[in-house]
T-cell receptor, first 115, second 111 residues
Framework: QQQVKQSPQSLIVQKGGISIINCAYE??????FPWYQQFPGKGPALLIA?????SEKKEGRFTISFNKSAKQFSLHIMDSQPGDSATYFC??????????????FGPGTSLSVIP | AAGVIQSPRHLIKEKRETATLKCYPI?????VYWYQQGPGQDPQFLIS???????DKGSIPDRFSAQQFSDYHSELNMSSLELGDSALYFC??????????FGEGSRLTVL
């Protein structure tokens, strides 16, 4: 059972467009929601993260929107560039060093930004 | 900046053989995680260590074991290898819960 759901599975966006990836979770013990970016043959790299006490966090072209009541969060990539082409994983964790302190990954979204 | 170091980067083994993967976390990071990633799959949590003690266990087969040593490096031991064990194995370390820093991974191929 996937604890973190993610959609779409794949996404093709024109250069300069907005890429949007959506995620949802069930476990209310999760209180930390990172996004990871992974290029082929490389390890996942932490991109941006949010805690549920804020509804939005922006870092450069990347924005996380968080809806605590709906238990949903999303990643928006503005002005998408070919270099953004990668697999993106949403994830969930707990910052309280409990049994949930491991990061649980969503199934991933393969993003292709075409020129 | 120092990153998570994993070795070997590539490993080819026969069925029923044994393999050992090593991980050197970022200095001062107190938690080490092991993940397994199959082709086109998301990373699956195997096991973690906090201050050299096992802190959590995920979908790790009984044939696998891991430990963290006094110098904080960790080893993942895999025995009786099966074809299905072929995957990328990532080690990650963290100091802040949830902020995992991953290594480049070890690609295990079982023939």
């Amino acid at each position: 059972q996937q604890q973190v759901k993610q959609s779409p599975q794949s996404l093709i966006v024109q250069k300069g467009g907005i890429s949007i990836i959506n995620c949802a979770y069930e476990n209310t013990a999760f209180d930390y929601f990172p996004w990871y970016q992974q290029f082929p043959g490389k390890g996942p790299a932490l991109l941006i993260a949010i805690r549920p006490d804020v509804s939005e966090k922006k870092e450069g072209r990347f924005t996380i929107s968080f809806n605590k009541s709906a238990k949903q969060f999303s990643l928006h990539i503005m002005d998408s560039q070919p270099g953004d082409s990668a697999t993106y994983f949403c994830a969930a964790s707990s910052v309280l060093k409990t049994s949930y302190d491991k990061v649980i990954f969503g199934p991933g979204t393969s993003l292709s930004v075409i020129p | 900046a120092a990153g998570v170091i994993q070795s070997p980067r590539h490993l080819i083994k026969e069925k029923r053989e044994t393999a050992t993967l090593k991980c050197y976390p970022i200095p001062r990071h107190d938690t080490v995680y092991w993940y397994q990633q199959g082709p086109g799959q998301d990373p699956q949590f195997l096991i973690s260590f906090y201050e050299k003690m096992q802190s959590d266990k995920g979908s790790i087969p009984d044939r696998f074991s891991a430990q963290q040593f006094s110098d904080y490096h960790s080893e993942l031991n895999m025995s009786s290898l099966e074809l299905g064990d072929s995957a990328l194995y990532f080690c990650a370390s963290s100091l802040v819960a949830g902020e995992l820093f991953f290594g480049e991974g070890s690609r295990l191929t079982v023939l």
